[in-house]
């Protein structure tokens, strides 16, 4: 009998063979993260500007943070991808590199010194991203404990995002308090929900249909309206906005050109979070703050 290769089982078998296994080796799977009260909380941004774009009121407060980006390592230098020629550049190992500094100046603006690992960001690598375990002894090399994790939603499904996000799962299942944050520019590819917004619902525009998309294979996801909306006031907002442009080479793109995406106030002076738990619970609605 012929090899079946899985390119050649049905798309949706294949799926859910590929789910199980990932189930499996989430079920073994065991950190050494400590979860420590008094430690400083660990925000986990995916790339360079991940935290700065979601995170800004947590960024900008006097707790106690580490900062630490996954997918900071820098590839061959020769090579280049898509996304670093839309963004101007001649050479991705250059990009790295300017990259990490725009990150450090943008870190600053909110008083805070960026730790990054030497993953190489989904768009340069041509294998699966790292283990669990991997990822897991890499950060905790850096930083042995935590009181609090912070990792994105992964709304939008880019795979570094989806793999801290299963790593913040794992955490969350192990003990440790995890925070889901939203991730600008996906999150708002069909704008904030109303109820984000704060404006009346409208017939043919429903954000969450969207957004729960991404959010299927999040068991310990409570209900979406349960969330924490921050709405950041005047100054915070302003500060935001310089920070993100300092990302000199990703801001122009990130913003959407005319569009203006980003440097509208209605989209940066809101940031959304959930904290991971057990079942999902009813919730009347959000529950925002300011800042």
């Not at 929900?193 to 525009?205: C, I, L, Q, T």
Request: proline residues 9%.
């Amino acid at each position: 009998m012929p090899r079946t290769f899985p390119n050649r089982l049905p798309r949706a078998l294949y799926r859910r063979i590929q789910a199980r296994r990932v189930a499996a080796h989430d079920k073994s799977f065991r950190t050494i993260l400590r979860v420590e009260q008094g430690a400083p909380a660990l925000l986990l941004s995916p790339h360079w500007d991940d935290a700065v774009l979601d995170c800004w009121k947590l960024l900008s407060s006097a707790d106690a943070l580490n900062v630490v980006n996954v997918f900071a390592g820098t590839p061959p230098p020769g090579s280049l991808t898509l996304w670093d020629s839309i963004t101007g550049a001649t050479d991705s190992a250059e990009q790295t590199h300017a990259r990490r500094a725009e990150d450090a100046i943008a870190l600053a603006c909110a008083n805070r010194k960026p730790l990054n690992l030497s993953f190489l960001d989904n768009q340069y690598r041509r294998t699966p991203g790292p283990t669990l375990e991997a990822l897991d002894r890499a950060l905790c090399a850096a930083v042995p404990d935590a009181s609090r994790v912070y990792v994105p939603a992964g709304l939008g499904s880019h795979p570094d995002h989806l793999l801290v996000r299963r790593y913040g799962r794992m955490l969350a299942r192990a003990g440790m308090p995890v925070t889901l944050y939203a991730d600008l520019p996906y999150c708002v590819a069909h704008g904030w929900p109303h109820w984000v917004e704060g404006s009346e619902p409208e017939p043919n525009r429903n954000v969450d249909a969207f957004w729960l998309s991404f959010l299927q294979g999040v068991p310990e996801m409570p209900a979406l309206r349960s969330a924490r909306v921050e709405r950041l006031d005047e100054p915070a907002a302003s500060a935001k906005l310089a920070a993100m442009v300092c990302y000199r080479t990703q801001f122009p793109a990130l913003n959407g050109g005319s569009k203006q995406l980003l440097a509208d106030r209605a989209i940066h002076g809101l940031e959304v979070s959930w904290e991971l738990g057990g079942a999902a619970v009813e919730s009347p609605g959000p529950q925002p703050s300011s800042s």
